[in-house]
């Protein structure tokens, strides 16, 4: 396996903190857990993007991109963090959000009209209609003689897992230095490119821990098979081969709700809970949801006391300022 001969651009603070949160643990009477705090990547306001767009944008500048383009909802942060990288390059970004022009532009949209990207919003949520103009533009712009460089949602490409695969083994060196050996990972996953990473550097450091991801809103079926074709990729990236069968792959919907973005009563309840037992601040898209299926799991005696979680932060924060409606109440 070869991860070095990547290029790369650096973004990200690395290594991430990882942090005990025992008095989260003691209030649910469960497991060990452990933070892996990737909202601290840094990258204006951090997440896990920042790792994924190091290899992404390293990969882009070898083939002389002067512009970058991506696509996403509204609120993504995986575009709020392509406008940061792309300025720090000094190139342009242009973002395909789906959404109407919302009455105040709130969380990630604030944060890639104040880095200057051109945010484009399309009023769809079908992936061909955004793809379709994500295509138009880079024929467009190639045609003007510039080079774009085209990441698709999420940057869950078999390169950007490599971060993540490479996260992995960072936080496995940083359990091992505390001599602590984790059960399961638990994190929000969607476009597939972090479970991918992850599942790979479990399974190939042989650390024994399960990788459980919690859907932020496609069916567990479509993230799985995301994985699968993403772990395959992967392997082709650095020089194995990789192959996950679907069983292997373990990911769980039932903490969806109404669907992506839509935060539960759970999700709630989760945000408030580790803010108020571990001061950090969770999500209402990706990790809020992410939390109430690890507190689920606990009271069903899923992960019981004695073993130990590491739960992976992946951000997402500025989002909690686009639902000020649903959390900013009094209890
Ligand atoms: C993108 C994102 C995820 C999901 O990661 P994938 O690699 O797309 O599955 C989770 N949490 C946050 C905060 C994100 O922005």
């Known amino acids: 396996m070869q991860l070095g001969h990547l290029p790369r651009v650096p973004l990200a603070v690395r290594p991430t903190p ?3 949160a025992s008095r989260l643990s003691a209030y649910l009477g469960g497991p060990r857990i452990l933070i892996k705090r990737d909202d601290l ?23 002389g991109a002067d512009v970058i383009i991506t696509v996403g909802a509204m609120q993504s942060n995986h575009a ?3 406008a940061a990288a792309a300025r720090l390059l000094g190139w342009e970004a242009i973002l395909v959000l789906s959404g109407e022009e919302p009455a105040e532009a709130q969380g ?42 085209l990441i698709p949602r999420g940057g869950s490409t078999g390169l950007g897992a490599a971060a993540y695969l490479e996260a992995g083994l960072e936080a496995f060196a940083q359990l091992n230095a505390l001599g602590v050996r984790a059960d399961a990972i638990v994190h929000a996953s969607t ?17 024994g821990a399960s990788v459980v991801g919690i859907s932020a809103g496609p069916p567990a079926a479509t993230v799985t098979q995301r994985v699968t074709g993403i772990v395959r990729d992967l392997g082709r990236v650095v020089g194995t081969e990789w192959e996950v069968h679907p069983e292997d792959v373990l990911v769980y919907d039932d903490y969806v709700g109404e669907g992506y973005g839509i935060p539960t009563l759970g999700t709630i309840e989760a945000i408030k809970m580790v803010a108020r037992t571990e001061g950090i601040l969770l999500d209402p898209v990706y990790t809020g949801k992410a939390m109430a299926g690890l507190i689920d799991l606990v009271r069903r005696r ?24 649903t959390l900013g109440g009094p209890d």
Not at 117 to 144: F, H, K, P, S, W
């Open 108 to 149: 990630n949209l604030l944060l890639d009209r104040i880095l200057g990207a051109e945010v484009r919003l399309i009023n769809t949520t079908e992936e061909y209609v955004l793809m379709g103009v994500v295509q138009d533009l880079a024929r467009e712009l190639t045609g003007r003689g510039r080079r774009p460089y």
């Open 80 to 82: 709020r963090m392509t």
């Open 191 to 207: 476009s597939g490119g972090t479970q991918s990473g992850l599942l790979t550097a479990a399974k190939w450091s042989r650390a």
């Open 41 to 63: 990547t840094g990258l204006a306001l951090g997440g896990n993007k920042a790792r994924k767009l190091e290899l992404l944008l390293g990969e882009a500048r070898a083939q």
């Open 302 to 325: 899923t992960f019981a006391r004695g073993q130990t979680v590491l739960f992976w932060h992946t951000g997402g924060v500025p989002a909690l300022f686009a639902h000020a409606q």
């Open 18 to 20: 990882l942090q005990e």
